[in-house]
């Protein structure tokens, strides 16, 4: 019969609580919630997401002080222990954990009335091991996540943006929140909180351009506000401008309206589509504003008002505090796996 040792442990977690199993034919595993002893067969290998555990109904003595039983159960996110004494002495990490550090970061009264941010998909008090970040949940991103064993991602885009009467796979969303939650992935969105903050998106955006004094263009009850505008230490070309922008956010174009040559003294700032924050950037006397996209009649009214428009793009105008997001999650909690998602790409591509 085998006999197990120390290095063969392996840290498995279910249901809140932690086991042990150890590797072989016959596996044990020790529920320290209330110091049960299971048999357990650890079927899929070290990459694989689940493990079956024996869930004992039936004790029937084989030899050597083990047992048998009849049942099984699928149990997630196991993975290896570095040495046993983490067993011991590691915490879980819930989704609510990570979900009130990103409340702290961008508290959701910022959000705007019409949007859907939050946990929005997931068991608040389901364990977290390895967590991604994305800017919008697609078909690559969703495979990814599952592929990986992603715990949870943190998404800007809110999914499900809208409310829905169904949930099938008649519809890419559909599809989409069927798949993650087969796989047990919970789904967080800060979105127009995000923006909004005092260390997201538009403040971000703002300190990249160097901007000094800035302050929301549309100030919020709560503190922050939407948008940001600040000043220049000394009057740019919008051409010098746009040039410290794609260093900022490492792109190679970026769309204009107006003169190159255009003196910017004070600029503005909306993430991703903020059209509507124009007319505030006229009313704070803004030689030029970025946003992340523009209809092409926004882009007409800013000709006609005398301002200047900096186009990167919606994707990239915010996906790059995305990948920051993951760092300081990572570094709030350093025992998780947290990457920004590597098959994420811009839809719109330049011919």
């Known amino acids: 019969m085998y006999c197990p040792t120390l290095k063969d442990r392996t840290e498995i977690r279910f249901d809140g609580r932690k086991g042990v199993f150890f590797r072989g034919q016959i596996e044990f595993a020790t529920v320290v919630g209330n110091c049960a002893t299971f048999p357990a067969a650890l079927v899929d290998s070290a990459a694989s997401r689940f493990a079956i555990l024996a869930c004992a109904s039936d004790w029937r003595p084989i ?8 049942f099984t159960f699928r149990v997630y996110n196991w993975r290896l222990a570095n040495k046993p004494s983490e067993i011991a002495d590691s915490a879980l990490t819930t989704v609510a954990q990570i979900a009130a550090l990103l409340e702290e970061l961008a508290p959701p009264r910022l959000a705007e009335e019409w949007d859907n941010v939050g946990l929005l998909v ?10 991604m970040t994305c800017l919008t949940v697609t078909p690559a991103v969703a495979a990814e996540a599952v592929e990986q064993g992603a715990d949870l991602i943190v998404a800007h885009h809110p999914i499900p943006f809208v409310a829905t009467k169904r949930l099938t796979s008649d519809t890419t969303v559909g599809r989409l929140l069927l798949e993650l939650m087969a796989a047990r992935i919970a789904v967080y969105s800060g979105h127009t909180a995000f923006d909004s903050a005092g260390e997201g998106i538009n403040q971000l955006l703002a300190e990249g351009l160097e901007l000094r004094e800035i302050v929301p ?22 051409g010098d401008l746009a040039g410290r922008l794609k260093r900022f956010l490492r792109i190679e174009r ?13 600029a ?14 006229v009313a704070n006397d803004c030689d030029a504003m970025v946003l992340g996209e523009a209809r092409f009649h926004t882009c007409l009214e800013a000709e006609a008002r005398g301002i200047s428009l900096l186009l990167p793009g919606h994707f990239a105008s915010e996906r790059f505090a995305l990948e920051r997001l993951a760092g300081a999650i990572a570094a709030r909690f350093p025992k998780l796996n947290v990457w ?6 811009d839809p719109l591509q330049w011919g």
């Not at 769309?255 to 255009?262: A, D, L």
């Open 254 to 266: 970026v769309q204009i309206v107006g003169r190159i040559g255009h003196l910017v003294r004070a």
């Open 217 to 238: 263009l549309t100030p919020h009850p709560e503190g922050q506000g939407t948008g940001r505008w600040g000043r220049l230490d000394e009057p740019v070309p919008l």
């Open 122 to 131: 997931g068991d608040k008090n389901r364990e977290v091991e390895k967590l």
């Open 268 to 281: 503005a700032i909306g993430c991703g589509a903020a059209d509507e924050l124009l007319a505030a950037a």
């Open 340 to 345: 920004a998602s590597r098959s994420e790409r």
């Open 63 to 70: 030899g050597g002080g083990s047992s048998h039983c009849l």
